[in-house]
C-alpha cells in the first residue's frame, strides 16, 4: 500500500488525525444527545405551523432544532451531574488537559451556568455537525459518481436538470464532491477545536472546587502523616529496642544467663506488642477503627511495660511520674505515650545502651511536661535510619496546641515537650 507523502500527511491530519476523529466522535455524540429535545421541538412546531410532517421540510427541521436547544440548557441546569459528565466525554475524546476540567457535580449557581452554556454548545454544534455527517457523505458519492453513472446509463437514467447536462460539469462533479467531503471535514475540526478551548472556561473547576479540592488533599495527606508517625513511633521504636536488646544478650550470652533471659523475654514481650500497634495504625487505612482492633498504647496501661522493655536493651532509665496516667484525657495520654517512646528511642539510638536516662513527667500549670535527658556520648552511636523522630514529636506537639524542644546542652541531650492538659486536642 503506497506511503501518504509526509508533507500530504503534515497537511490532512488537523482535518483526519487521532485527535480530530476523536473530537467528531464527541460531536456525533452531542447530535445523539439533542434528538430528544428535537423531537420536542416537533411537538411544537408541528402545531403552531399546521405541518403533519415537520422532517419533511428543512427550515421546520432547524426550527424544531433551535427550540428543543433552550430545553437541553434548561435540563442542564437543574441536573448538578451534566458537568461532570461532559467533563468525562471532554477528557476521553477532545485532548483536553484533565487538570483543566471539573470532576465533582456543578453545586454553585455560576458552576451549573457555565455547564448548561457548554451543554447547550456541544448539543448545538453536535446536532449541526451531524447532520452534516448524514447528508454530506452520500451526496459528495452521488457527486463523484456522477460522470460513470451518467456514461452507464445516460442522463435519463441519472435524471440531470437541462442546466447541468454540460460536460464541464460532468467533469467537475468529482471535484466537487472531493471538496464537499474536506468542507464537511473542516467544519468538524473546527467545531472541535473551538469546544476543546472553551471546555476550560465552562467545565473547568471553580474557586470552592479548587479549595474542596485542597482540603481533601490536605486530609488525605493529613491521614498519611498520621500513618507515618505512628508507623515511626511503634515500629521504629521496637526495632531499636530488640536490636539493643539482642546485641546486650549476646555480649554475655555465657556470663549472665538471667540477663540473657530477661532480654529475650523482653524482645518477645516488645515483638508481641508491636503487632498489636501495626493492626491498630493499619486500622487507619480501613473504614474507621475496625472491629477487634488493637487499641493505641497509653500514657495509664503501657508505660511501665515500655520502661520494662528499655530497660531490658540496657538503658539505665530513671523515671519520675508526677501525674495520674489514667486521669489524663485519652487523646493526651496516647500522644504522649508515643513522644516518651520516641524520646527513650533516640536515645537507644544514638547514646547506646549502658546509658543514664532521666524521664520526667509532670503536670505544672494545666501543662504536661515530658523531659528526657542523657549524656552525650563521646563516639556518637549512628544508626541506620533517623532523622524523622524529632519532627514527629514536634508535629505531635503542634496537633496538641503544644511546643517541643531538643537539642544538646552541656554535654547532655535535652528533649522537653509541654502539652496543654485540657483543650480542643
Known sequence: MPEVPYGVSELLRP???????????????????????????????????????????LPLQLLSFAVGLPLATLTAALFPLT??????????????????????PARSRAAKGRAAAWFTLHLGFGGVISGMSLAVPPFAGFLTALPLLVWAGGNEFVGLPGPLDRPWVLALAPVAGVATLLALAVCAAVSGVLLARWAPALLGPTPEDRLAAA??????????????????????????AVTLQASAARRVLDSD?????????????????????????LGVLREGDAPGTAPAPTLGTD??????????????????????????????????????????????????????????????DGHLEITVENPLPDTPTHRPGGGHGLR????RARLLGGTAQAGPAHRTWHLHVRLPAKGPA
Not at 458537568?83 to 465533582?104: F, H, K, M, Q, Y
Not at 540473657?260 to 493492626?279: C, F, K, N, S
Not at 487523646?331 to 547506646?352: C, D, F
Open 257 to 281: 544467663p538471667e540477663f540473657v533471659r530477661e532480654a529475650l523475654a523482653a524482645i518477645e514481650d516488645t515483638t508481641r506488642r508491636t503487632v498489636g500497634e501495626l493492626d491498630a495504625v
Open 303 to 364: 508505660l511501665p511495660g515500655l520502661l520494662r522493655r528499655t530497660r531490658a536493651g540496657g538503658l539505665r532509665v530513671t523515671a519520675t511520674v508526677g501525674v495520674d496516667p489514667d486521669a489524663l484525657p485519652p487523646v493526651l495520654s496516647r500522644e504522649a505515650y508515643r513522644i516518651v517512646q520516641e524520646g527513650l528511642s533516640n536515645a537507644l539510638k544514638h547514646a547506646g545502651d549502658r546509658t543514664d536516662v532521666t524521664l520526667r513527667i509532670v503536670l505544672d
Open 392 to 395: 514527629g514529636i514536634a508535629d
Open 15 to 57: 482535518l483526519f488525525g487521532r485527535r480530530a476523529r476523536r473530537r467528531w466522535i464527541h460531536l456525533i455524540l452531542g447530535g445523539a444527545l439533542a434528538m430528544p429535545y428535537v423531537f420536542v421541538g416537533q411537538l411544537v412546531v408541528g402545531p403552531a405551523t399546521g405541518s403533519r410532517y415537520v422532517f419533511n421540510e
Open 215 to 240: 482540603e481533601a488533599r490536605a486530609a488525605d495527606l493529613a491521614v498519611r502523616n498520621r500513618l507515618a508517625r505512628e508507623l515511626h513511633d511503634s515500629v521504629g521504636h521496637a526495632l531499636s
Open 83 to 104: 458537568r461532570p459528565l461532559e467533563a468525562g466525554a471532554v477528557r476521553s475524546l477532545c485532548g483536553v488537559d484533565p487538570a483543566l476540567l471539573a470532576r465533582g
